[in-house]
């Protein structure tokens, strides 16, 4: 019915909007309010057969537990994780500012060429490689070390992160470069001083990329890894799911733990990008 | 344009700048993926010391005549057409919501990406636990609250309840990803748009097609083709939650290291890249793979 658009229909309808809302988070961060919970309620509370959302006796045990190595290996696949992925990361971003600068600033022949094969890198996902990788990797003598982890990690990363920083310097106006060059810095001075302080957000996002993809990977590790010791946090995890070892609080306490680093990491890039330039360079 | 000038004299540097990327990436990616061509002629074992023999095409004649490999594409095109879908048509449904202002919207919008930022590993355990046959939540509601089913579905046992598991898991996870492609590029659409085709008497299904479906398309486009790619290629998330989904990543990695035969999984790798490669070529035209992050 064409009814007069009245105050209280408009009410009504923000008030459907925010009911909506409520419900689209409510699902989204279901699983994060089981998580967080269960990491509170003591062991038999978490496999009482009539579940409850909220802790009966709140208690800090497991986050303790985690963090004692007499009872819990989690502190070796923090720091093997945190190793591979900061290692893995800082490198592929090194090389990478290199190579995007080359490709969008540098006139050569097989640029167009050159550019248009990393998008070829979407066709060549890790799964598609196990098999060369691990045999190039038992071949080089790195079968259960921790570099041939970061070796494929940086690799794994480098594509993506060469197209992204590509993108970001393609923002930069060429003009700061070229007053840059009259008053005598060379391409190479122009990189340090020109463009990696300018587009120091999207370095830090490219970061946060590679970290992200590096502290993910089970696959690679999964192959590469037969002692524990070197295990980082999700094959580590993994292999402690039909152990004694699995208590489901200790469990959700390791996945909370493990997910802080990320989510700190993205929400710093994330108020970088918005913070330092209008449009952030981010296409897409 | 200054470009003329400099035609050729950048070609060095270049050179330097690149070569580190460049090796790394013909080493690692590049040769790897030849090596699968050449590997999967070959009967080979992971053991390095027991020798290898060339057996011709039989790889790809045992793989292409085993009814395991069928099934696994069949579940495998199935997982990633409904999440492509699921996940594409809820990204830019809960983007067309969040393209207007509303109190904490920015926080909503930080709450909505964690399930994409947090690493799979963590939203694993949470699901397991969610889902379990005994003391899970979800059956506990579904059964003695809600009473949506009598008798829990055993979620990691069937296979049926284990592929809606993997596929509501996967929509969950990376629907924000399509979410943040749309919402970004609906604000750049003006409202004037809007305006006028609300003056032309367009109601809200014209508007979206009149309006914004036609803006949109190429980052749908994008987000489409490379969701299609990840999901095809998907292992982690599926291994992780359950054994009884039996999807190409996974008939390919226990093919290597659970039954020990690299040639096969080589061969199987060639079949999936050539799969891949047809849809890349045949979507070429009309997607910008460039449009990522």
């Given at each position: 019915?064409?009814?007069v658009?009245?105050?209280s229909?408009?009410?009504?309808?923000?008030a459907f909007?925010y009911v909506?809302?409520?419900?689209?988070?409510f699902?989204?961060?279901?699983p994060f309010?089981?998580?967080l919970m269960?990491a509170?309620k003591?062991?038999e509370?978490?496999?009482?057969?009539n579940?409850?959302?909220?802790?009966e006796?709140?208690?800090?045990?497991?986050?303790?537990?985690?963090?004692?190595?007499d009872?819990f290996?989690?502190l070796?696949?923090?720091q093997?994780?945190?190793?591979v992925?900061?290692?893995?990361?800082?490198i592929?971003?090194?090389i990478a500012?290199?190579g995007a600068?080359?490709l969008?600033r540098?006139?050569?022949?097989?640029?167009?060429?050159?550019?248009?094969?990393?998008?070829?890198?979407?066709?060549?996902s890790?799964?598609?490689?196990?098999v060369?990788?691990?045999?190039?990797?038992?071949g080089?003598?790195?079968?259960?070390?921790?570099?041939?982890?970061i070796?494929?990690?940086?690799?794994?990363t480098?594509?993506t992160?060469i197209?992204?920083?590509?993108s970001?310097?393609?923002?930069?106006?060429k003009?700061?470069?070229?007053?840059?060059?009259?008053?005598g810095l060379?391409r190479?001075?122009?990189?340090?001083y020109?463009i990696?302080?300018l587009?120091f957000?999207?370095i830090?996002?490219v970061?946060?990329?590679c970290?992200?993809?590096?502290?993910?990977?089970f696959?690679?590790?999964?192959i590469?890894f037969?002692?524990?010791?070197?295990?980082?946090?999700?094959?580590?995890?993994?292999?402690?799911?039909?152990?004694p070892d699995?208590?489901?609080?200790?469990?959700m306490?390791?996945?909370?733990v493990t997910a802080i680093?990320v989510?700190i990491?993205?929400?710093?890039s994330e108020s970088?990008?918005?913070?330092?330039t209008?449009?952030?360079?981010v296409?897409? | 344009?200054?470009?003329?000038k400099?035609e050729?004299?950048d070609g060095k540097?270049?050179?330097i700048l690149?070569?580190p990327?460049?090796l790394?990436?013909?080493?690692?990616?590049?040769?790897?993926?030849?090596?699968?061509?050449?590997?999967?002629?070959?009967?080979?074992s992971i053991?390095p010391n027991l020798?290898?023999?060339?057996?011709?095409?039989?790889?790809f004649?045992e793989?292409?005549?085993?009814?395991?490999?069928?099934?696994s594409?069949?579940?495998?095109l199935?997982y990633t057409?409904?999440?492509?879908?699921?996940s594409t048509?809820l990204?830019?449904y809960?983007?067309?919501l969040?393209?207007r202002?509303?109190?904490?919207?920015?926080?909503?919008?930080?709450l909505?990406?964690?399930?994409?930022?947090t690493p799979?590993?963590?939203?694993?355990f949470?699901?397991?636990?969610m889902?379990?046959n005994g003391?899970?939540?979800?059956?506990?509601?579904?059964?003695d609250?809600?009473h949506?089913?009598?008798?829990?579905p055993?979620?990691f046992?069937?296979p049926?309840?284990?592929f809606i598991?993997v596929v509501?898991?996967?929509?969950?996870?990376?629907f924000p990803y399509?979410?943040?492609?749309?919402?970004?590029?609906?604000?750049t659409?003006?409202p004037?748009?809007?305006?006028a085709?609300?003056?032309d008497?367009a109601n809200?299904w014209?508007k979206?097609k009149a309006?914004t479906?036609?803006?949109?398309?190429p980052?749908?486009?994008?987000?489409?083709t490379?969701r299609?790619?990840?999901?095809?290629?998907?292992?982690e998330?599926?291994y992780?939650?359950?054994?009884?989904?039996?999807?190409?990543g996974?008939?390919?990695y226990?093919?290597?290291?659970?039954?020990?035969d690299?040639g096969?999984?080589?061969a199987?790798?060639?079949i999936?890249?050539?799969i891949?490669c047809?849809l890349?070529?045949?979507?070429?035209?009309?997607?910008?793979?460039?449009a990522s992050?």
């Amino acid at each position: 019915m064409p009814a007069v658009n009245t105050k209280s229909d408009k009410m009504l309808k923000r008030a459907f909007f925010y009911v909506g809302m409520a419900l689209l988070l409510f699902i989204c961060l279901f699983p994060f309010f089981i998580m967080l919970m269960t990491a509170f309620k003591s062991s038999e509370e978490a496999i009482a057969t009539n579940p409850t959302f909220f802790p009966e006796q709140w208690t800090l045990r497991h986050f303790v537990d985690i963090f004692n190595p007499d009872i819990f290996p989690y502190l070796t696949y923090l720091q093997n994780s945190l190793m591979v992925s900061l290692t893995a990361s800082l490198i592929s971003v090194g090389i990478a500012i290199f190579g995007a600068y080359a490709l969008s600033r540098l006139n050569f022949r097989w640029r167009i060429q050159i550019n248009a094969s990393f998008y070829m890198v979407y066709m060549f996902s890790g799964i598609l490689l196990i098999v060369p990788l691990f045999k190039l990797i038992s071949g080089f003598g790195l079968y259960d070390t921790r570099t041939s982890l970061i070796i494929i990690m940086i690799v794994q990363t480098l594509p993506t992160a060469i197209l992204m920083l590509n993108s970001y310097f393609e923002t930069i106006p060429k003009d700061l470069e070229e007053a840059a060059k009259i008053d005598g810095l060379n391409r190479v001075k122009v990189i340090f001083y020109i463009i990696i302080p300018l587009s120091f957000a999207g370095i830090v996002s490219v970061f946060v990329y590679c970290f992200m993809v590096a502290w993910n990977d089970f696959l690679f590790a999964s192959i590469f890894f037969s002692s524990s010791e070197n295990f980082t946090l999700p094959v580590g995890l993994y292999s402690l799911f039909s152990t004694p070892d699995y208590v489901w609080g200790r469990m959700m306490a390791a996945s909370i733990v493990t997910a802080i680093p990320v989510v700190i990491l993205y929400a710093i890039s994330e108020s970088l990008i918005k913070g330092n330039t209008t449009d952030g360079g981010v296409k897409g | 344009m200054f470009k003329a000038k400099k035609e050729t004299s950048d070609g060095k540097l270049a050179l330097i700048l690149l070569l580190p990327s460049a090796l790394l990436i013909l080493l690692l990616i590049g040769y790897p993926m030849l090596s699968n061509f050449y590997i999967s002629f070959f009967q080979q074992s992971i053991n390095p010391n027991l020798p290898s023999e060339f057996i011709g095409f039989e790889n790809f004649s045992e793989t292409l005549g085993d009814a395991e490999f069928y099934k696994s594409l069949g579940i495998t095109l199935l997982y990633t057409l409904l999440v492509v879908a699921g996940s594409t048509a809820l990204g830019l449904y809960v983007a067309i919501l969040f393209n207007r202002p509303f109190k904490f919207r920015k926080l909503a919008r930080s709450l909505i990406i964690l399930s994409y930022v947090t690493p799979s590993i963590s939203l694993i355990f949470a699901w397991k636990y969610m889902f379990n046959n005994g003391y899970g939540i979800i059956n506990y509601i579904g059964r003695d609250i809600l009473h949506i089913f009598d008798r829990a579905p055993l979620w990691f046992d069937n296979p049926t309840s284990s592929f809606i598991l993997v596929v509501l898991f996967a929509i969950w996870r990376y629907f924000p990803y399509a979410f943040i492609a749309f919402l970004a590029i609906l604000q750049t659409i003006s409202p004037t748009l809007y305006e006028a085709a609300e003056m032309d008497g367009a109601n809200i299904w014209q508007k979206f097609k009149a309006v914004t479906l036609p803006a949109i398309m190429p980052v749908m486009m994008t987000v489409i083709t490379l969701r299609t790619i990840w999901m095809f290629y998907m292992f982690e998330d599926v291994y992780l939650l359950t054994n009884k989904v039996n999807v190409l990543g996974i008939y390919l990695y226990e093919t290597a290291f659970a039954f020990n035969d690299l040639g096969k999984a080589s061969a199987i790798s060639v079949i999936l890249f050539c799969i891949i490669c047809t849809l890349i070529i045949v979507v070429r035209k009309r997607v910008n793979l460039n449009a990522s992050s």
